[in-house]
C-alpha cells in the first residue's frame, strides 16, 4: 500500500505560478492537487487528454471552452481533450482542487 498527503508529496513546477503536488503517476493516469490562493488561477491552456477536476475545499470558477461555472466543494468537472481550459480563484478562501489526467499524457501526445 502506498499512502501519498498532498502536504508532502512532490511539488511540481508549473507555467501558472500555483501550488501543484504530484500524488499519483503511472503508466494509466497522473492525479495532482491543486491549492489556489485567492486571486490566483490557472492560464488558460489544453490538455492532449480528457481531464477531471474534484473540488476538495472552497469555490472556484471553472472555464472550458466557452463555458464558465462556479464550482464548490464535492463537484466533479470533466474537461475534454483539446479545449481550452482554466481554473480560477475570485474567492476570499482556499481552492483545493484534485486534477486527474487519462490517460497520462506522453511525450509523444504532447506536441500534437
Do not use: C, W
Not at 492560464?43 to 469555490?59: A, I, Q, R, S
Not at 472555464?63 to 482554466?86: F, Y
Amino acid at each position: 500500500m502506498k499512502i501519498t498527503s498532498y502536504k508532502t508529496a512532490e511539488l511540481k513546477k508549473n507555467p501558472h505560478g500555483v501550488s501543484v503536488n504530484k500524488l499519483h503517476d503511472n503508466e494509466h493516469a497522473q492525479v495532482m492537487h491543486i491549492e489556489l490562493k485567492p486571486g490566483e488561477g490557472l492560464k488558460t491552456h489544453t490538455t492532449p487528454v480528457d481531464v477531471f477536476f474534484y473540488v476538495l475545499e472552497g469555490e472556484g470558477i471553472v472555464e472550458i471552452g466557452d463555458e464558465q461555472e462556479t464550482v464548490t466543494k464535492d463537484m466533479l468537472i470533466d474537461s475534454p481533450a483539446n479545449i481550452p481550459h482554466r481554473i480560477m480563484n475570485e474567492s476570499d478562501s482556499t481552492f483545493r482542487v484534485l486534477v486527474t489526467k487519462t490517460p497520462k499524457p506522453t511525450e509523444a501526445t504532447k506536441f500534437k
